[in-house]
C-alpha cells in the first residue's frame, strides 16, 4: 500500500467501488472503515489528512471486498440498530428492519404482564418489549439453536433478565402456559417470489424468509395457535407482507378474533396485523 492514503481518500475509495453494488455506498464505506481503524467518524473527520494505517488498510480492504460481493454491512460489523438499542446479529439470524419496529409499536399500546414472541431470532423484539415493561415476564422461542445463542447473547449485553428463551418450533416449548401478548415475525414471503435471491437477503436464513402457502403458512400456525395460548382479551400481532394484510385478517376473523386492525408502515404499505383474543364468543 501507499503510505500517503489519508483517512478521507481511503473512505472516497470505499465510496467509489461500493457505488456499483450498494444503493447506500457512502454509509456502507463509513461504517466499514470505522470498523477497520476504531475511529468514530467525528474523530476521522477532524483529522481527514491522517494516513491510514497499514493494518487497517488491509483490514478495510478485507471488508470493502466482502460488502462488494454483496455480504450484508451488519454481518460484517456482527451487529445492528433496532429501535434505540443495538444488537449483535450473525448470518444465523435475520438483521432487524424498521418495519418490524411497527410491530413492537403495536404491541406496546396495551401493558401486558406475561408476553410470549414465536421465531425471536437475534431477540431484538423480546428485548425491545422488556426493556420497555421491565417487571413482565417474556418468554420467547426459536427452532434454531444457533439463533438462541445471539439472543442469549443479546439478552447479556442489554443486561435483561426478565426473559426466557425456549428452544422448539413456535409454541411446542411453552407448554399450555398462557400470556397477555403474543408477538411474531415469522417468514412470510413465498417459495416463488424473488426477494430472498435478491440484495442483502441472499446472506440470511432461508427458514426465516420463506414460508409455504404463498408465504401464508406460518402466519396460520401462528393465528389458529394463539387461543390456547392467549388469556381473556390477550392479543396477538404478527408482521406481514405489504400484500398480505387482507389474508391475515381474514384469518384473525376465521379464528374467532375480535378487534382486528392493521398497522401500516412508513412507506404506506399494511404491515402489522392483530386482534384481541375473547374466547371465541361470537359464534
Not at 450498494?22 to 494516513?51: H, I
Not at 411497527?102 to 399500546?109: D, R
Request: proline share 6%; with cysteine; net charge negative.
Amino acid at each position: 500500500m501507499t503510505p500517503a492514503i489519508s483517512l478521507a481518500e481511503a473512505q472516497q475509495r470505499g465510496r467509489q467501488l461500493l457505488g456499483a453494488v450498494s444503493d447506500s455506498a457512502a454509509v456502507d464505506a463509513d461504517w466499514l472503515l470505522a470498523a477497520a481503524t476504531g475511529q468514530s467518524a467525528a474523530k476521522r473527520r477532524a483529522r481527514p489528512e491522517q494516513p491510514i494505517t497499514e493494518a487497517a488498510w488491509r483490514r478495510y480492504q478485507g471488508l470493502l471486498q466482502r460488502r462488494y460481493r454483496g455480504e450484508p454491512v451488519a454481518y460484517l460489523l456482527g451487529r445492528c440498530g433496532f429501535m434505540d438499542f443495538e444488537v449483535v446479529v450473525t448470518p444465523a439470524v435475520l438483521i432487524p428492519r424498521p418495519e418490524t419496529e411497527h410491530l413492537v409499536e403495536a404491541a406496546l399500546e396495551q401493558p401486558a404482564a406475561r408476553v410470549l414472541e414465536l421465531g425471536t431470532g437475534s431477540g431484538c423484539i423480546a428485548m425491545a418489549l422488556a426493556r420497555a415493561w421491565p417487571h413482565a415476564r417474556i418468554d420467547a422461542t426459536d427452532r434454531s439453536a444457533e439463533a438462541l445463542t445471539v439472543a442469549t447473547q443479546n439478552a447479556a449485553l442489554l443486561g435483561v433478565e426478565t426473559l426466557q428463551l425456549r428452544l422448539g418450533d413456535w409454541y411446542a416449548p411453552i407448554g399450555s402456559a398462557r400470556y397477555d401478548l403474543i408477538v411474531a415475525n415469522p417468514p412470510y414471503i413465498g417459495p416463488s417470489e424473488p426477494e430472498p435471491d435478491q440484495g442483502d437477503a441472499r446472506f440470511e436464513p432461508r427458514a426465516a424468509l420463506r414460508a409455504d402457502a404463498d408465504g401464508l403458512a406460518a402466519l396460520q400456525t401462528i393465528i389458529d395457535g394463539a387461543p390456547a395460548h392467549l388469556e381473556h382479551a390477550g392479543r396477538l400481532w404478527v408482521e406481514h407482507g405489504h400484500t398480505q394484510g387482507a389474508a391475515v385478517r381474514a384469518r384473525l376473523a376465521a379464528a374467532r378474533f375480535e378487534a382486528i386492525e392493521t398497522r401500516h408502515d412508513l412507506a404506506g404499505h399494511e404491515r402489522v396485523s392483530g386482534g384481541q383474543w375473547n374466547g371465541g364468543r361470537h359464534e
